[in-house]
């Protein structure tokens, strides 16, 4: 009985929360798939009706022409009215595949004559965006996000370290409630 118990706990825990998509506008056309779970919530005291939230997520991009990232992050939401709420994400991302960038410079320092290791990585992602709750189990918002790329680059004994660039992209998101 405990064990069924658990499995059932387990099972119907594992399903809640929000299923989304995310299409880059940007020229990238980047289209992301991502899971959010509420983690807690806060309502109104006068109201009862939701007012605060703080999910954790998880992000991986499923197609891109270039850079390609995974990352999970907290999510905070204020809801503004009962149909749109306002959010805000801060989280680690991970490159999952950098388009051939590090080859290309790997050759580049060849070519001069240079043997060299490059390196790039992300760290911090962030985002802000709005969300707007067609109805109970189905949104669209749009947003913007934010990846950190640094670069570190080994040759003759010396470590080249530097910060690129930030990956920005404005994404459209539909998202469904489970």
Same mark, same amino acid.
């Given at each position: ?53 703080? +999910?954790?997520? !998880?992000?991986?991009?499923?197609? =891109? ?7 999970? &992050?907290? #999510?905070? *939401? ?8 306002i959010w ?19 050759? +580049?320092?060849? !070519?001069?004559?240079?043997?060299? =290791?490059?390196?790039l990585s992300?760290?911090?992602? &962030?985002? #802000?965006? *709005? ?29 080249l370290e ?17």
């Amino acid at each position: 009985m405990k064990k069924i118990l658990i499995v059932m706990i387990a099972f119907s825990t594992a399903f809640t929360g929000t299923l989304y998509f995310g299409y880059d506008t940007d020229d990238s056309e980047i289209l992301s798939m991502g899971y959010n779970h509420t983690l807690k919530q806060w309502n109104c005291d006068e109201t009862g009706k939701p007012s605060w939230l703080l +999910a954790a997520g !998880l992000n991986y991009d499923i197609n =891109s022409d270039s850079f390609s990232f995974a990352s999970y &992050y907290l #999510l905070p *939401m204020k809801a503004v009215t009962d149909k749109v709420s306002i959010w805000m994400s801060l989280g680690y991302g991970f490159l999952v595949d950098d388009g051939g960038a590090e080859d290309f410079m790997e050759a +580049a320092f060849e !070519l001069e004559g240079i043997t060299a =290791s490059v390196d790039l990585s992300t760290n911090l992602t &962030y985002g #802000l965006g *709005m969300h707007y709750n067609y109805n109970e189990k189905m949104g669209f918002g749009i947003g913007k996000s934010v990846n950190t790329i640094d670069l570190e680059i080994i040759t003759m004994g010396l470590i080249l370290e530097a910060d690129i660039d930030d990956f920005e992209r404005t994404n459209l998101y539909f998202s469904y409630k489970f």
